[in-house]
C-alpha cells in the first residue's frame, strides 16, 4: 500500500470536516449526551462501510454510471435529512429530569430504545448520501498497490476510515456533551433544535440538488 499516511491525513480531514454525520453526533451529544450520540456515530461508522464495500462493487459502477440511480438515491437520502431537519427544529426543549426508583425500569427501557434509534439514525445519513461513493470510488485506488493483494488493501483502508470516523466523532460527541450545561436552558435548547434542524435542511436541499 502507498503513501499510507496521506491517505490517513486525508480521511482525518474529511472526517473532521462539517457534514450530516458531524451535525448528527453534535446534535445528539447535546440533546442525548455522550452514550446516546456515540450510538449514532457507530451507525455512521457501519453505514460507511456498507458504502465502501457498495463502492467495490457494481452497484458503485451502477450509480456511478446511472443518473437515474443516482438522482433516486440523493433524493431519498436528501429527503431523510429534511426530515430529520424538521424533526430536531419540532423537537420540545430539553428538559433534565430525575429518574424516580419506580420508574427506573421504564427510564431503562427507553434508553435502550434511545441508542437503538440515535443507531439508526447515522447509519441511514450514511447509506442513503451516494456522494461518500463517488468519494471512496476516486480515492482508494490511489493508495492501492496493484502488486498486492486488492482485498487486504481494500479492507484495511476502509476499516481505517471506519475507526477514523469513530475516533473523531467521538471527540465531537464528548466536547459537545462537555459544554452543552450553558445550552439546557429552554432558550438555549431551542435555539440548538432550530440551528441543528436548519443545518439538516440545508444539507438535505443540497444533496438533492447537487451534480455528480
Not at 54 to 81: D, H, P, R
Request: net charge positive; glycine share 10%; with cysteine.
Amino acid at each position: 500500500m502507498d503513501q499510507y499516511l496521506l491517505y490517513l491525513l486525508i480521511v482525518t480531514i474529511t472526517i473532521a470536516s462539517p457534514g450530516p454525520g458531524v451535525i448528527l453526533t453534535l446534535s445528539n451529544a447535546i440533546r442525548y449526551g455522550t452514550k446516546p450520540a456515540l450510538a449514532g456515530v457507530f451507525g455512521i461508522s457501519l453505514g460507511i462501510l456498507v458504502i465502501a464495500v457498495i463502492s467495490a462493487t457494481s452497484v458503485g459502477v451502477l450509480l456511478s454510471t446511472s443518473a437515474i440511480a443516482f438522482t433516486v438515491l440523493k433524493y431519498i437520502g436528501g429527503a431523510y435529512l429534511i426530515y430529520l431537519g424538521i424533526k430536531l427544529w419540532r423537537s420540545p426543549a430539553i428538559k433534565l429530569e430525575g429518574a424516580t426508583e419506580n420508574s427506573a425500569e421504564s427510564a431503562a427501557s427507553r434508553q435502550t430504545l434511545g441508542y437503538i434509534l440515535r443507531f439508526k439514525e447515522g447509519l441511514w445519513v450514511s447509506v442513503l448520501n451516494p456522494k461518500p461513493i463517488f468519494f471512496f470510488m476516486s480515492l482508494f485506488p490511489q493508495f492501492i498497490n496493484h502488486e498486492q493483494s486488492y482485498l487486504l488493501q481494500f479492507t484495511y483502508l476502509t476499516l481505517t476510515f471506519c475507526t477514523m470516523i469513530v475516533v473523531i466523532h467521538s471527540i465531537y460527541a464528548l466536547g459537545a456533551n462537555s459544554i452543552k450545561g450553558w445550552l439546557l436552558s429552554p432558550k438555549g435548547s431551542k435555539t440548538v433544535n432550530r440551528v441543528g434542524g436548519s443545518i439538516f435542511v440545508l444539507f438535505g436541499l443540497g444533496l438533492a440538488t447537487s451534480q455528480r
